[in-house]
Nanobody, 112 residues
């Protein structure tokens, strides 16, 4: 059975940092392009960042470029999103995705 389980969400202040993790099981994680998405209240889900199967290619939404870093550890079947210089507009539920597989999401609320 496939599982993608996000963790690491929280209530950082503006300018703060968080590291999200997504633990994968039940599929060949290392063969999949992986993506972080987010969905803010009342808005559509948007792509935040993605990473190639071996980790050598990454892309970012313009809104997070230079602040967020996506990475993966295929030996641990885990995807990461390091988020720095957080802004209130980064507030959203963050989801990891691989192919047709989705996690349940983790809430990030940036507020002073």
């Amino acid at each position: 059975q496939v599982h993608l389980v996000e963790s690491g969400g929280g209530l950082p202040q503006p300018g703060g940092s968080l590291r999200l993790s997504c633990a994968a099981s039940g599929f060949t994680f290392g063969s999949y392009y992986m993506t972080w998405y987010r969905q803010a209240p009342g808005k559509e889900r948007e792509l935040v960042a993605d990473i190639s199967s071996a980790g050598g290619i990454t892309t970012y939404a313009d809104s997070v470029k230079g602040r967020f870093t996506i990475s993966r550890d295929n030996a641990k079947n885990t995807l990461y999103l390091q988020m720095n210089s957080l802004k209130p507009e980064d507030t959203a539920v963050y989801y990891c995705n691989g192919g047709v597989y989705w996690g349940q999401g983790t809430q990030v609320t940036v507020s002073s």
